[in-house]
C-alpha cells in the first residue's frame, strides 16, 4: 500500500540554520513526490516536485529510492519559512493521492 | 482567474443542524477533492470526483454527501452536524485524476464549527 510518513510534528530551528523536513513513502514502483506549503492563513500550495529538480523559496528535495525518502532542504532558515510542510504521493491509476500528516515548521529569531 | 473558490468561510452550527459547503474551479480541471484538515491528523480525504457525473470516497466519508454538480461545481453537504465535524475543510482540483502527475489547487478553507 502506498503511504507517506512524516515523523516530526514540529520543527523548530533557529534563522540562518540549515533545515531538513523528513518524508519518507512506501510505494510500488517509481514514484513522484511533491511537497505542498501553507503559510498561516492561507491555502495550501505547491513547493516543489521532485520530477521538475528545481529549486523554489531556497527548498530542495531528493529522491532517495534505496532510503526511500524525499526530504525537503534548505541551507539557510528564513523567517518567511515558518509554515506547514506536507510531502505528497499523488495517484497510481485508481489510487488515492497520499498526504502525510504535515510537519510545522517555527524559525525561531 | 480566480481559481478554485469556497463559500462560505466561516460557519458555526448547532449538533443535528445541516449545511452545503460550495466550491467552484475555473481552471476546466477534470478532478475536484474535499478535504478536512485538523491538528495532528493532517490532509485527509473525504469525497472526491474524477470526473463530472463520478464521486468516490476518500479516507473519512461517514456523515457527509457529495454532488458534482457540474464541470465547474462541487459542493460537500453536512446532513445533520456533529462536533467531531469541528475542522477546516478545503476544496481542491486538479487536470485529470488518471495520470499522476498534476498538481492540485487548493481553496482557501472553510473554517467550520459545530457546538
Known amino acids: 500500500a502506498q503511504r507517506v510518513t512524516q515523523p516530526e510534528k514540529l520543527l523548530s530551528v533557529f534563522k540562518g540554520a540549515p533545515v531538513e523536513l523528513k518524508c519518507n513513502y512506501s510505494?510500488?514502483?517509481?514514484?513522484?513526490l511533491f511537497w505542498y506549503v501553507q503559510y498561516s492563513r492561507q491555502r495550501l500550495q505547491l513547493l516543489l516536485r521532485?520530477?521538475s529538480r528545481e529549486s523554489i523559496k531556497g527548498f530542495t528535495a531528493d529522491l532517495n529510492k534505496g532510503e526511500t525518502s524525499f526530504h525537503l532542504k534548505k541551507p539557510f532558515a528564513q523567517e518567511e519559512d515558518s509554515a506547514m510542510y506536507y510531502c505528497?504521493?499523488?495517484?497510481?491509476?485508481?489510487?488515492?493521492?497520499?498526504f502525510g500528516k504535515g510537519t510545522r515548521l517555527h524559525i525561531l529569531p | 482567474n480566480a481559481g478554485v473558490t469556497q463559500t462560505p468561510k466561516f460557519q458555526v452550527l448547532k449538533t443535528g443542524q445541516s449545511m452545503t459547503l460550495q466550491c467552484a474551479q475555473d481552471?476546466?480541471?477534470?478532478?475536484m477533492y474535499w478535504y478536512r484538515q485538523d491538528p495532528g491528523m493532517g490532509l485527509r480525504l473525504i469525497y472526491y470526483?474524477?470526473?463530472?457525473?463520478?464521486?468516490d470516497k476518500g479516507e473519512v466519508p461517514n456523515g457527509y454527501n457529495v454532488s458534482r454538480l457540474n464541470k465547474r461545481e462541487f459542493s460537500l453537504r453536512l446532513e445533520s452536524a456533529a462536533p467531531s465535524q469541528t475542522s477546516v475543510y478545503f476544496c481542491?482540483?486538479?487536470?485529470?485524476?488518471?495520470?499522476?502527475?498534476?498538481?492540485?489547487?487548493f481553496g482557501p478553507g472553510t473554517r467550520l464549527t459545530v457546538l
Open positions: 481542491a482540483s486538479s487536470e485529470d485524476w488518471a495520470s499522476g502527475y498534476n498538481e492540485q489547487f
Open positions: 510505494y510500488s514502483g517509481s514514484p513522484e
Open positions: 505528497a504521493l499523488p495517484p497510481l491509476r485508481d489510487d488515492k493521492i497520499i
Open positions: 470526483s474524477a470526473s463530472e457525473g463520478t464521486t
Open positions: 521532485h520530477i
Open positions: 481552471m476546466n480541471h477534470n478532478s
